[in-house]
């Protein structure tokens, strides 16, 4: 039996690597996996619960959200919470800025896995077929991204400087 926890989180208006293209054949890493399905999402229009997107630009990986979406991962697997404000009342916009990532919005998704390990077009998958998840991922004015996983709990954070 397959059990998965979806979570998201969105702010806006607070104070790298090419994109992957959907025709490279090439054994990819869980990164470049992770980018290459968020960009083929992005590039087709799509409805998100009620509300509809255009198709978006693409986002680049920045090492600096990577670094604070693996470290949120790691916190949530150590201290058993599945939450984006850690046990110690850390939110995501002060995890990103201790990154140095000076953003001007960001979006979080986190994602858990019991029992399997998903692959990287799973994840994108329920995120995608969950409206508020598919809202970061689909929001145009998100130009970078990166995700962080620690035994099978995974970050997603999309932002904007």
């Given amino acids: 039996m397959r059990k998965y926890l979806l979570l998201l989180l969105t702010a806006t208006d607070m104070s790298c690597s090419n994109p992957v293209t959907p025709e490279e054949e090439t054994l990819l890493t869980s990164k470049e996996e992770f980018l290459k399905y968020v960009n083929q999402a992005r590039a087709k229009s799509r409805k998100c619960g009620t509300q ?15 670094k604070a979406a693996y470290l949120h991962s790691k916190d949530m697997f ?22 140095n990532y000076p953003f001007k ?30 809202v970061n ?8 991204m990166a995700v962080g996983e620690y035994n099978n709990y995974w970050t997603q954070l999309f932002g904007s400087k």
């Fill in 105 to 134: 919005s960001f979006g979080e998704n986190i994602y858990s896995a019991t029992g399997f390990n998903p692959t990287p077009q799973e994840i994108i998958d329920q995120w995608l077929n969950s409206p508020t998840h598919c």
């Fill in 52 to 66: 509809s997107f255009a198709a978006a630009s693409p986002v680049i990986w920045n090492n600096n959200l990577e």
């Fill in 78 to 99: 150590e201290n058993k919470y599945f939450s984006h404000i850690s046990k110690n009342g850390t939110d995501p916009g002060a995890r990103i800025l201790a990154q």
């Fill in 137 to 144: 991922i689909m929001a145009p004015h998100f130009k970078e």
